[in-house]
């Protein structure tokens, strides 16, 4: 089978809206985390939320009046990573359209422009409802859009297996091009559209989704943003919810190298299942999500003792957390590994954390250093692996794996090399 590399990223965060930007927040321990927009003093709520994205830079005004921002974030994230790759330009000359594909993931897709319609429809009347509300809300219109501006033919496919859809995405890529059914697929995460662009309120429209999470027992009670996700910490209390997208261009080496593209990375191993325990809570003993993780590193053909860095989803939620520690004790069980979690700088960008995990880490990679948990100060003990804290680790490792689990039991495990 032929190998897959990784040529080209793209990034819109909270920390930024290139990978640069990205990676230098997440190196400096930046927390991107404040009060959401629609905060008021009886209901309370931290948001991590893109902040200053101007979608006209990236989109003609048709397509930003027709969209929803998890599919604008899409189309901005992928012209960075096609630039990168070296594809930049309409029809992405020296491609076979019909072998160029396009794999996305997102838990929401346009559900807040859903919920928006309705709030127009309850406060202004049925002329007041967005008339382009049906293509704003289906799922598929990122992969969409990006095949429309591209004339791409291959496989476009949308991922929705909560927060795990980015890494099921980019797996599921990487198996097309080892299957020899695309040569290149553009792939990643993306979630948002609950604010505007800039990342004030809209209007009067409050979205219920965040009432939910607190009402669900997701979200913590501290009013110390720097304390308010803390993957992996004893003190961790809960999510906070946040957005962007995160893009990578995936193909074999064999067309990379033909076209003389630079390798940035590689994908090695690629694993999912179910974890069919319980709506929202993992497994407590990590059983499914250690699983997950030995089958994506068999995938690889590789030993634990192979990996030496690990991206962890690390949600800052004690039930989360017990159980991905748990995984990790058992599959690397007194290893040397290094473990962060990007999430106390970005918080939990739902569909995009998986792809937006895979940059970090091939970044991460590249500079030989993981970022530091943001945030955790006491790490829980009984993790029996390192949890960078503080500053970021040197490490010496040419692999590194990354986990995304997301509500319903959907686990996801990928092993990425250095290029």
């Given amino acids: 089978m032929p190998d897959v590399v990784i040529t080209g990223t793209g990034m819109i965060s909270a920390l930024g809206h290139d990978v640069p930007a990205f990676w230098s927040g997440l190196c400096a321990g930046e927390v991107a985390i404040g009060a959401a927009p629609w905060s008021s003093p009886g209901h309370f709520a931290w948001w991590s939320g893109v902040r200053d994205f101007d979608p006209a830079r990236w989109a003609d005004p048709a397509v930003v009046s027709g969209s929803d921002q998890f599919t604008l974030f899409t189309l901005a994230a992928a012209a960075q990573a096609l630039a990168q790759a070296g594809l930049a330009g309409a029809g992405l000359p020296g491609l076979d359209p019909r072998r160029t594909g396009v794999a996305m993931g997102t838990s929401m897709g346009g559900t807040g422009a859903l919920l928006k319609s309705q709030h127009q429809l309850e ?3 049925p ?6 509300t049906m293509i704003k809300i289906w799922p598929n219109m990122a992969a969409a859009q990006v095949a429309m501006r591209y004339g791409l033919h291959g496989p476009s496919l949308t991922f929705c297996t909560a927060c795990a859809s980015s890494l099921d995405a980019i797996g599921s ?3 097309l091009i080892r299957a020899g059914r695309a040569d290149v697929v553009i792939a990643g995460g993306t979630e948002g559209g609950y604010g505007r662009p800039d990342g004030s309120p809209d209007g009067d429209f409050v979205p219920a989704v965040f009432y939910s999470h607190a009402g669900y027992g997701l979200t913590g009670g501290t009013r110390d943003r720097l304390r308010a996700s803390i993957p992996f910490d004893v003190d961790r209390s809960g999510i906070v919810v ?3 997208c995160g893009m990578v261009v995936l193909e074999s080496r064999e067309h990379a190298q033909r076209r003389g593209a630079a390798v940035l990375g590689t994908v090695e191993g690629y694993a999912s299942l179910s974890d069919s325990y319980h709506p929202s809570s993992p497994e407590p003993d990590g059983t499914w999500e ?5 089958q994506a590193l068999a995938d690889a053909s590789l030993a634990p003792s192979g990996v030496g860095a690990i991206i962890a989803h690390g949600t800052s939620t004690p039930k989360g957390d017990s159980a991905e520690i748990r995984a990790i004790n058992s599959v690397y069980d007194g ?4 473990v962060t979690s990007i999430k106390g700088n970005l918080g939990h960008p739902s569909g995009a954390a998986g792809a937006q995990a895979v940059v970090a880490g091939l970044c991460a990679l590249r500079d030989h250093k993981l970022p ?6 006491k790490v829980d003990p009984e993790a029996r692996f390192e ?3 503080g500053a970021p680790a040197a490490i010496s490792a040419g692999r590194i794996q990354v986990n995304a689990f997301g509500f319903g039991g959907q686990n996801a495990s990928l092993v990425l090399g250095a290029a």
């Fill in 387 to 389: 949890v960078v804290t």
């Fill in 290 to 294: 250690a699983e997950v993780m030995r």
């Fill in 242 to 244: 946040g957005e962007g």
């Fill in 173 to 175: 890529a990487a198996g």
């Fill in 372 to 377: 530091h948990t943001a945030g955790t100060v």
């Fill in 127 to 132: 002329e007041a409802v967005d008339r382009k």
């Fill in 335 to 338: 290893l040397p590994v290094t």
């Fill in 123 to 125: 406060t202004g009347g």
